[in-house]
Structure formats: structure tokens, C-alpha cells
């Protein structure tokens, strides 16, 4: 008899992660944790790239840890696959956000984030 197995409809419960905040399928806090190697090695980084933007832009001025997270993972992406996501055309927006914001470590951020785009 031949054992069928669809790794699709198999899951694992991990109640640990239930409250890290996610991108994608990217648990924010563990891949900044991660080594250089795995970033370097992450299969779709303009994928990543711009679901990150999108998840700051909804976060901004409104949940401050997860905006500064975004931004972070941003800068640490780029860093390593500048020449894969290729020149970010919506500095205007990290501006103007930078600008608007209340969040002081938010702009600090920022500024690192445009130090490295």
C-alpha cells in the first residue's frame, strides 16, 4: 500500500507564535534575529520588500513598535539585496512620513532606512 501524504493541509500549531507579528509568512521579530546568511539567502526579497512597505505604511502613527519593526526589516533587506529590489523610487513617502510622524524613534529610523536606500 502506497501512503499518500499532502503537506499542503499539514499543520503544526506553534501557540509561541501566535502573537509575533507577521508579514507574508515572515515572523518580523525572529527574521531580524536571524544571521546575515539566511537574509542573504531569502528567495523573494522584492516580494518581501514591498509587502514591508505596505505593512508601515498602514502602521504608521498607529501601532509604533510594528512601524519601527517594518522599518527595519526594510533597511537589513535592502542592505542585502539593494541590486535584486533595485532603486526605491517613493523616498518622497519615507519623507513626508518621516516629517509627519510623532514617534521620534520612528524618524531616527527613518533616517537609517534612507541611509541605506
Known sequence: DLIAWNHQ???VPYPSLDDEVR????YMRLWLQAGDGFI???GEPCRLFELLFRRFLCE???NTQVTIMCIRCLERLYMF???QIGPFLDI???IRSMASTKSVE???RLLA???TL
Open 23 to 26: 508579514v507574508g509568512n515572515v
Open 9 to 11: 493541509q499539514f499543520l
Open 113 to 115: 532606512l534612507l541611509a
Open 92 to 94: 518622497m513617502i519615507l
Open 106 to 108: 520612528t524618524q531616527h
Open 40 to 42: 542573504k539567502s531569502w
Open 60 to 62: 504608521l502613527d498607529r
Open 81 to 83: 539585496h539593494a541590486d
